[in-house]
């Protein structure tokens, strides 16, 4: 698969490589969900910075990714959309509604941990 | 016979969506696209080889490099012995899919592209002509 996880503390960070076929895809989906269940993460990062493209089919995968994320108890964040893509999409009428995107991954780290902060800061 | 500037790429499995991606970024590297407009086509080509892998099965993608007095640019032709499209109309309205489509991939390609034509017949096939031109 063109794609790859990473475990850090309680994210998962996935990195998408330059083109994904759809069935690349539709095994990063898999391999997040067992990854958020095997691990107990709170919050999954994907990274796109090397996506070149972003047709409609990737479009529903990341959101079908960042729900199923979500109702797995955990945060999903979308990292680096190329303004070139992000245009691409707005053309074609594409949104991400309902997944939260960050510019960059240290900007998604950001958020999630303050969301962690947060929840945690509530239980105290 | 392929002329020069001329690529056809047969379409029959989701890779091929990247293959004929690649093909036609290279094509059109020596045109004044920007990466802008690059990315626009190379999506544009992207939602009309997924119609094909997912409607038809199998199908060619034609690369061909045109020009029009001084302006250069890129036409698309994707076509396809599949099923057709029995209401064009409606496959040109944003949201309409009779697939697990998200329904943008006709009308959301003729907005990425400057020219767009779609030609389909029950039972015969579809082919979708599109061209983007240099600015």
Redesign the interface.
């Known amino acids: 698969m063109r794609a790859s996880i990473l475990k850090q503390s309680k994210f998962l960070i996935a990195s998408v490589q330059g ?1 994904m ?3 690349d895809l539709v095994q990063l989906r898999e391999e997040l969900s067992a990854g958020v269940r095997r691990y107990r993460s709170i919050g999954v990062i994907v990274d796109v910075t090397m996506l ?6 990737a ?2 995968t990341l959101r079908g990714i960042a729900q199923m994320v979500k109702l797995l108890g955990a945060e999903c964040i979308v990292v680096g959309i ?4 992000a ?2 999409m707005v ?4 949104t991400l509604e309902g997944t939260m995107t960050a510019l960059d991954l240290e900007d998604g780290l950001d958020l999630l941990k303050a969301r962690d902060g947060g929840e945690a800061a509530r239980h105290d | 016979m392929t002329e020069p500037g001329e690529l056809v790429v047969p379409i029959k499995a989701d890779v091929d969506v990247l293959t004929v991606r690649q093909h036609a970024r290279s094509l059109v590297s020596g045109l004044r696209f920007s990466s802008s407009e690059l990315t626009l086509i190379a999506t544009a080509i992207s939602e009309v080889a997924r119609n094909i892998v997912i409607y038809a099965g199998r199908g060619e993608i034609v690369l061909r490099l045109v020009q029009q007095g001084k302006r250069r640019g890129l036409a698309v032709i994707a076509r396809d012995q599949g099923p057709g499209i029995a209401d064009i109309e409606r496959a040109m309205q944003d949201g309409y899919s009779t697939s697990r489509g998200l329904g943008l991939g006709l009308p959301g390609s003729k907005r990425l592209m400057d020219e767009f034509e779609v030609v389909s017949e029950v039972g015969k096939g579809t082919q979708v002509t599109m061209t983007k031109w240099e600015r």
Do not use: C
Not at chain 1, 52 to 57: R, T
Not at chain 1, 82 to 85: E, G, K, L, M, S
């Open positions: 083109s076929t759809d069935a070149d493209v972003m047709d409609s089919f479009v529903r190329q303004p070139d893509v245009f691409s053309q074609l009428g594409l």
